[in-house]
Protein backbone atom coordinates (compact mmCIF):
# COMPACT_ATOMS: atom_id res chain seq x y z
CA UNK A 1 0.00 0.00 0.00
CA UNK A 2 1.50 3.46 -0.99
CA UNK A 3 2.09 6.01 2.18
CA UNK A 4 -0.71 7.91 0.78
CA UNK A 5 -3.14 5.31 0.63
CA UNK A 6 -1.96 4.53 4.72
CA UNK A 7 -2.74 8.51 5.13
CA UNK A 8 -6.17 7.80 4.13
CA UNK A 9 -6.93 5.64 6.25
CA UNK A 10 -5.35 7.18 9.25
CA UNK A 11 -7.17 10.49 9.04
CA UNK A 12 -10.50 8.68 8.59
CA UNK A 13 -10.25 7.99 12.90
CA UNK A 14 -9.49 11.78 13.44
CA UNK A 15 -11.98 13.03 11.01
CA UNK A 16 -14.89 10.56 12.75
CA UNK A 17 -13.89 11.90 16.52
CA UNK A 18 -13.75 15.59 15.41
CA UNK A 19 -17.36 14.87 13.43
CA UNK A 20 -18.27 13.29 16.55
CA UNK A 21 -17.53 16.27 19.21
CA UNK A 22 -18.22 18.65 16.55
CA UNK A 23 -21.86 17.30 16.91
CA UNK A 24 -22.08 17.34 20.21
CA UNK A 25 -23.93 20.31 21.93
CA UNK A 26 -22.28 22.38 24.57
CA UNK A 27 -23.11 23.78 27.59
CA UNK A 28 -24.82 26.51 26.53
CA UNK A 29 -26.66 24.70 24.25
CA UNK A 30 -28.12 22.24 26.83
CA UNK A 31 -29.03 25.41 29.48
CA UNK A 32 -30.60 27.44 26.57
CA UNK A 33 -33.19 24.20 25.75
CA UNK A 34 -33.54 23.50 29.57
CA UNK A 35 -34.47 27.04 30.14
CA UNK A 36 -36.96 27.25 27.27
CA UNK A 37 -38.51 24.15 27.93
CA UNK A 38 -39.17 25.28 31.85
CA UNK A 39 -40.53 28.72 30.43
CA UNK A 40 -42.97 27.12 28.04
CA UNK A 41 -44.31 24.63 29.90
CA UNK A 42 -44.83 27.45 32.57
CA UNK A 43 -46.76 29.78 29.77
CA UNK A 44 -48.75 26.94 28.83
CA UNK A 45 -49.80 26.41 32.65
CA UNK A 46 -50.65 29.90 33.31
CA UNK A 47 -52.41 30.17 29.92
CA UNK A 48 -54.79 27.63 30.62
CA UNK A 49 -55.71 28.71 34.35
CA UNK A 50 -59.18 30.21 35.23
CA UNK A 51 -58.74 34.17 35.20
CA UNK A 52 -62.56 34.97 35.84
CA UNK A 53 -61.83 36.06 38.94
CA UNK A 54 -59.62 39.11 37.89
CA UNK A 55 -60.56 42.14 36.50
CA UNK A 56 -60.68 43.21 32.90
CA UNK A 57 -57.50 45.27 33.52
CA UNK A 58 -55.87 42.57 35.24
CA UNK A 59 -56.77 40.09 32.44
CA UNK A 60 -55.68 41.68 29.44
CA UNK A 61 -52.18 42.46 31.82
CA UNK A 62 -51.48 39.26 32.15
CA UNK A 63 -52.35 38.43 29.01
CA UNK A 64 -49.90 40.83 27.53
CA UNK A 65 -47.41 39.82 29.85
CA UNK A 66 -47.60 36.00 28.80
CA UNK A 67 -47.09 36.92 24.92
CA UNK A 68 -44.30 39.40 26.16
CA UNK A 69 -42.65 35.99 27.64
CA UNK A 70 -43.53 33.79 24.58
CA UNK A 71 -40.90 36.30 22.87
CA UNK A 72 -38.68 36.29 25.22
CA UNK A 73 -37.95 32.57 25.61
CA UNK A 74 -38.43 32.29 22.05
CA UNK A 75 -35.80 34.27 21.67
CA UNK A 76 -33.99 32.07 23.78
CA UNK A 77 -31.43 35.19 25.45
CA UNK A 78 -31.19 33.84 29.00
CA UNK A 79 -28.96 35.47 31.92
CA UNK A 80 -25.80 33.21 32.92
CA UNK A 81 -24.42 32.06 36.33
CA UNK A 82 -21.26 32.83 36.30
CA UNK A 83 -20.37 33.44 40.32
CA UNK A 84 -21.29 30.13 41.96
CA UNK A 85 -19.76 26.94 40.51
CA UNK A 86 -21.00 24.51 42.78
CA UNK A 87 -25.25 25.84 42.91
CA UNK A 88 -28.18 26.81 40.56
CA UNK A 89 -28.55 30.15 41.21
CA UNK A 90 -31.72 32.60 39.77
CA UNK A 91 -30.34 36.00 38.56
CA UNK A 92 -32.48 38.98 38.35
CA UNK A 93 -29.83 40.60 35.77
CA UNK A 94 -26.38 39.10 34.59
CA UNK A 95 -23.12 40.26 34.08
CA UNK A 96 -23.66 41.34 30.88
CA UNK A 97 -27.42 42.84 31.57
CA UNK A 98 -29.33 39.88 30.72
CA UNK A 99 -32.71 40.09 32.29
CA UNK A 100 -34.52 37.16 33.74
CA UNK A 101 -37.69 36.64 32.61
CA UNK A 102 -39.55 38.11 35.55
CA UNK A 103 -36.96 41.10 35.08
CA UNK A 104 -37.84 41.56 31.46
CA UNK A 105 -41.60 41.62 32.09
CA UNK A 106 -41.37 43.83 34.49
CA UNK A 107 -39.42 46.25 32.86
CA UNK A 108 -41.00 45.73 29.61
CA UNK A 109 -44.72 47.17 31.56
CA UNK A 110 -42.55 50.05 32.59
CA UNK A 111 -41.08 48.79 35.83
CA UNK A 112 -37.32 49.53 34.67
CA UNK A 113 -36.69 51.28 38.18
CA UNK A 114 -37.97 48.21 39.74
CA UNK A 115 -35.07 45.72 38.24
CA UNK A 116 -32.53 48.06 39.07
CA UNK A 117 -33.44 47.99 42.70
CA UNK A 118 -33.65 44.40 42.87
CA UNK A 119 -30.41 43.79 40.80
CA UNK A 120 -28.41 46.34 43.10
CA UNK A 121 -29.90 45.39 46.21
CA UNK A 122 -30.96 41.38 45.84
CA UNK A 123 -29.87 40.22 42.51
CA UNK A 124 -30.24 36.81 43.46
CA UNK A 125 -33.36 36.47 45.53
CA UNK A 126 -35.76 34.18 44.30
CA UNK A 127 -39.21 35.73 44.21
CA UNK A 128 -40.52 33.83 47.07
CA UNK A 129 -38.32 36.03 49.09
CA UNK A 130 -39.37 39.37 47.77
CA UNK A 131 -42.61 38.29 48.50
CA UNK A 132 -43.22 41.15 51.17
CA UNK A 133 -41.55 43.83 48.73
CA UNK A 134 -44.40 46.60 48.10
CA UNK A 135 -43.34 47.36 45.23
CA UNK A 136 -43.21 43.95 43.27
CA UNK A 137 -46.62 43.13 45.47
CA UNK A 138 -48.39 45.93 43.35
CA UNK A 139 -46.84 45.45 40.03
CA UNK A 140 -47.50 41.53 40.65
CA UNK A 141 -51.71 42.32 41.41
CA UNK A 142 -51.91 45.43 38.67
CA UNK A 143 -50.60 42.30 36.01
CA UNK A 144 -53.02 39.90 37.10
CA UNK A 145 -49.72 37.47 38.57
CA UNK A 146 -49.83 35.94 42.11
CA UNK A 147 -46.82 35.43 44.07
CA UNK A 148 -46.37 31.76 43.40
CA UNK A 149 -47.29 32.04 39.48
CA UNK A 150 -44.00 34.66 39.66
CA UNK A 151 -42.10 31.73 41.40
CA UNK A 152 -42.88 29.59 38.60
CA UNK A 153 -41.65 31.93 35.47
CA UNK A 154 -38.18 32.42 37.66
CA UNK A 155 -35.64 29.83 36.34
CA UNK A 156 -32.29 29.41 37.97
CA UNK A 157 -28.80 28.84 36.16
CA UNK A 158 -26.48 25.97 36.13
CA UNK A 159 -23.16 27.70 36.42
CA UNK A 160 -21.09 28.45 33.19
CA UNK A 161 -17.82 29.00 33.47
CA UNK A 162 -16.65 32.75 31.95
CA UNK A 163 -15.58 32.52 28.20
CA UNK A 164 -11.75 32.22 27.90
CA UNK A 165 -10.72 36.39 26.41
CA UNK A 166 -10.16 36.86 22.99
CA UNK A 167 -6.17 36.45 22.73
CA UNK A 168 -6.21 32.85 24.46
CA UNK A 169 -9.00 31.81 22.32
CA UNK A 170 -7.09 32.89 18.84
CA UNK A 171 -4.06 31.44 20.43
CA UNK A 172 -5.30 27.93 20.52
CA UNK A 173 -6.94 28.20 16.86
CA UNK A 174 -3.98 29.87 15.23
CA UNK A 175 -1.88 26.69 16.85
CA UNK A 176 -4.19 24.61 15.26
CA UNK A 177 -4.05 25.98 12.14
CA UNK A 178 -0.29 25.94 12.18
CA UNK A 179 0.03 22.39 13.67
CA UNK A 180 -2.41 21.51 10.56
CA UNK A 181 -0.36 22.92 8.11
CA UNK A 182 2.89 21.54 9.05
CA UNK A 183 1.35 17.67 9.32
CA UNK A 184 -0.81 18.15 5.84
CA UNK A 185 2.58 19.15 4.28
CA UNK A 186 4.51 16.27 6.39
CA UNK A 187 1.88 14.19 4.66
CA UNK A 188 2.31 15.43 1.32
CA UNK A 189 6.02 14.33 1.32
CA UNK A 190 5.24 11.85 2.41
CA UNK A 191 2.71 10.65 -0.25
CA UNK A 192 3.99 11.69 -3.12
CA UNK A 193 7.89 11.53 -5.04
CA UNK A 194 9.66 14.91 -4.03
CA UNK A 195 13.46 13.76 -5.00
CA UNK A 196 14.09 14.04 -1.27
CA UNK A 197 15.37 11.44 1.01
CA UNK A 198 12.43 8.84 2.79
CA UNK A 199 14.73 9.45 5.26
CA UNK A 200 14.43 13.33 5.65
CA UNK A 201 10.56 13.23 4.84
CA UNK A 202 10.08 10.35 7.27
CA UNK A 203 11.71 11.93 10.10
CA UNK A 204 10.14 16.03 9.53
CA UNK A 205 6.47 13.57 9.57
CA UNK A 206 7.29 12.35 13.13
CA UNK A 207 8.55 15.32 14.65
CA UNK A 208 5.57 17.49 12.76
CA UNK A 209 3.01 14.70 14.09
CA UNK A 210 4.44 14.66 18.04
CA UNK A 211 4.28 18.42 17.91
CA UNK A 212 0.80 18.47 16.79
CA UNK A 213 -0.18 15.72 18.87
CA UNK A 214 1.88 17.90 22.29
CA UNK A 215 -0.37 20.40 21.02
CA UNK A 216 -3.88 18.95 20.70
CA UNK A 217 -3.46 17.11 23.85
CA UNK A 218 -4.08 19.88 26.33
CA UNK A 219 -7.21 21.13 24.53
CA UNK A 220 -9.22 17.58 25.07
CA UNK A 221 -9.95 18.61 29.00
CA UNK A 222 -12.00 21.86 27.61
CA UNK A 223 -15.34 21.71 26.06
CA UNK A 224 -16.66 22.73 22.48
CA UNK A 225 -14.66 24.25 19.90
CA UNK A 226 -11.46 24.10 21.55
CA UNK A 227 -11.93 20.43 22.26
CA UNK A 228 -12.90 19.67 18.83
CA UNK A 229 -9.92 21.46 17.74
CA UNK A 230 -7.45 19.48 19.83
CA UNK A 231 -9.31 16.26 18.28
CA UNK A 232 -8.12 17.80 15.07
CA UNK A 233 -4.93 18.44 16.37
CA UNK A 234 -4.07 14.81 17.71
CA UNK A 235 -5.88 13.02 14.87
CA UNK A 236 -3.60 14.39 12.35
CA UNK A 237 -0.53 14.24 14.31
CA UNK A 238 -1.04 10.80 15.00
CA UNK A 239 -1.16 10.03 11.30
CA UNK A 240 1.34 12.37 10.24
CA UNK A 241 3.86 10.36 13.36
CA UNK A 242 2.54 7.04 11.30
CA UNK A 243 3.24 7.76 7.94
CA UNK A 244 6.96 9.18 9.51
CA UNK A 245 7.63 5.53 11.17
CA UNK A 246 6.24 3.94 7.62
CA UNK A 247 8.24 6.16 5.35
CA UNK A 248 11.41 5.28 7.83
CA UNK A 249 10.94 1.88 7.69
CA UNK A 250 10.05 0.57 4.84
CA UNK A 251 12.04 -0.24 1.91
CA UNK A 252 11.84 1.54 -1.39
CA UNK A 253 11.00 -0.12 -4.56
CA UNK A 254 13.60 -1.48 -6.14
CA UNK A 255 14.49 -0.15 -9.58
CA UNK A 256 13.42 -2.08 -12.55
CA UNK A 257 16.09 -4.25 -14.00
CA UNK A 258 14.54 -4.09 -17.71
CA UNK A 259 13.43 -1.25 -19.81
CA UNK A 260 12.07 -0.79 -22.66
CA UNK A 261 11.93 2.68 -24.96
CA UNK A 262 11.09 3.38 -28.61
CA UNK A 263 14.46 3.48 -31.13
CA UNK A 264 14.51 4.82 -34.60
CA UNK A 265 17.66 3.42 -36.15
CA UNK A 266 19.99 5.59 -38.83
CA UNK A 267 17.63 5.31 -41.95
CA UNK A 268 14.62 6.74 -39.48
CA UNK A 269 13.27 3.19 -39.14
CA UNK A 270 11.27 2.99 -35.61
CA UNK A 271 11.72 0.46 -33.15
CA UNK A 272 12.17 -0.59 -29.61
CA UNK A 273 14.74 -0.82 -27.68
CA UNK A 274 15.53 -2.94 -24.26
CA UNK A 275 18.10 -2.63 -22.27
CA UNK A 276 19.04 -4.57 -19.38
CA UNK A 277 20.55 -3.58 -15.69
CA UNK A 278 22.80 -6.48 -13.59
Given at each position: ??????????????????????????????????????L??V???L???????????Q??????????L??Y???GV????????S??MP???D???????????I????G??L????A???N?????D???????????D???????E????Q??????????????S??????????V???T????L?????????????V????A??S???A???N?????????L???????G??S???G????T??????????V??????????????????
Amino acid sequence: MRPASFAVLALVPALLAINQFASRPDFTTVETARIRTHLATVERALRARDVSRLSPAQRAARARNLDVLHRYWTAGVFPTNTDFPSERMPYFVDRSGVRCAMAYLIEQSGGGDLVARVAATNNNARVRDLKNDPELVAWLDANGLTAAEAARIQPWYEYTPPPPTTRASEGFKATTGVSVGLNTTALILNGVRTGLSRRLTGVLGVLAGVSSVAAGVPNLDHAGQRRTLGYVNTGVGAASVLIGVLRLTSRPPAPANAAVAPWVDDRGAPGLSLSLRF
